[in-house]
């Protein structure tokens, strides 16, 4: 068996497509643009990679988009200033706090200063509540983007068992609600699951997001699953993801690859998420 690829770049322009459309019926109405802001602290230089190519997608569909660059030395306190100036700002409606921060920062409480509706990442507090239980709010970015590349694919989840390897915050556990409530039965792994292979043997859907190079042998997968790979990991060579491609293609029905797979869906979603923030005319 050789396993079809799931193309993220493709499913990623047809997104955005999607978004540049509704924006030029926005503006054609007299309107103004939807508006993202991102808030950067430091010079990480893959953060720095990260916004420049959020921006330019910004710049793509329409939108308009407000840079705020701190020094790696800010204290909490301007960057609060920043997010609450934002938050007020009713050009602005979707608010991206890019991170990793500097260490002496708390970014799970700077994150959660930014206004719900604004929430364009899905990250703060009262987001993931409100995906807990299942009621209408932001979402992630990723978990979106996987959702879907696997509806575009036509995987009726609905009954599936679904293998999710990782718990994070950022994708595990918002991924398993957003599959729960798709009817899907989930089981979330991590470094204490037990005969981890096993488990991984199971799943109709196999979702890797733990960032360990070619974690997920061919050998893990079901013949005949699906395989979504979040992982991207830098190695000598170039970038590779948690699943161990080759193998994996063999045994799937498809499979995600990376580059190419999940990452360019997380900017898209991105975009989807700020057009449905969006506060109209002001």
Known sequence: MSARVIDGKLVAAAVRGEVAGAVEVILAAGQRAPGLATIIVGDDPASAVYVANKHKACEEVGFVGFHNELSASASAEEISEVIARLNADAAV????????????????????????????????????GLLALGRPGMRPCTPLGVVELLDREGVDLGGLHVV???????????????????NATVTICHSHTRDLAAVCLEADVLVAAVGVPKLISGDWVKPGATVIDVGINRVDGGLVGDVDYEAAAERACCITPVPGGVGPMTIAMLLRNTLGAYGGAS
């Open 164 to 182: 999710i390897v990782g718990r994070s915050a950022l994708v595990g556990k918002p991924l398993a609600s957003l599959l729960l409530e798709r």
């Open 93 to 128: 409606d979707g608010i991206l706090l890019q991170l990793p921060l500097p260490g002496h920062l708390d970014a799970g409480s700077l994150t959660g200063e930014i206004a719900p509706e604004k929430d364009v990442d899905g990250l703060t507090p009262t987001s993931a």
